[in-house]
């Protein structure tokens, strides 16, 4: 890595990457998915994007070392493709047939209580 940007880039795309899965599997999609296969499915997305964006950022970093924010804007680009991206490829892979699947706990408790009821 030529300048500064890589080592700090990875270091929040790291970050990211577990805070958004959690986020996205619990909040967005509502997913009951096996943790562990779609975690590996996020893997393998990061093992093709992170590679790419790392050589990118670092290529227009050391380009365009003249500006000033160039810092800021290649990251800001970086942000809204990996944003768009990972959407589409935990929609359409990694939760694709198991979005709406898991239970709040309210729920969860109140078909409890009507089993017991039942029984």
């Not at 590996?40 to 227009?60: D, E, H």
């Not at 047939?97 to 709040?104: K, L, P, V």
């Given at each position: 890595?030529e ?17 958004n899965f959690?986020?996205n ?5 509502k997913s ?7 975690m590996?499915?996020?893997f393998?997305?990061?093992l093709v994007?992170t590679p790419v964006?790392?050589?990118l ?22 942000m ?9 490829f935990?929609k359409f892979?990694?939760?694709r047939?198991s979005e709406g ?13 009507q089993?017991k009821?039942?029984a």
């Amino acid at each position: 890595m030529e300048n500064e940007y890589g080592p700090m880039y990875l270091i929040a795309l790291i970050l990211s990457v577990v805070w958004n899965f959690t986020f996205n599997r619990k909040f967005t999609f509502k997913s009951a998915n096996n943790v562990p296969i779609a975690m590996l499915k996020v893997f393998g997305y990061y093992l093709v994007f992170t590679p790419v964006s790392t050589v990118l950022g670092n290529y227009f970093t050391a380009k365009f070392a003249s500006l000033t924010a160039i810092n800021y804007i290649v990251l800001g680009i970086t942000m809204i493709v990996n944003m768009v991206t990972e959407y589409l490829f935990d929609k359409f892979v990694v939760f694709r047939g198991s979005e709406g699947t898991a239970q709040n706990k309210k729920s969860a408790k109140k078909d409890d209580e009507q089993v017991k009821e039942q029984a």
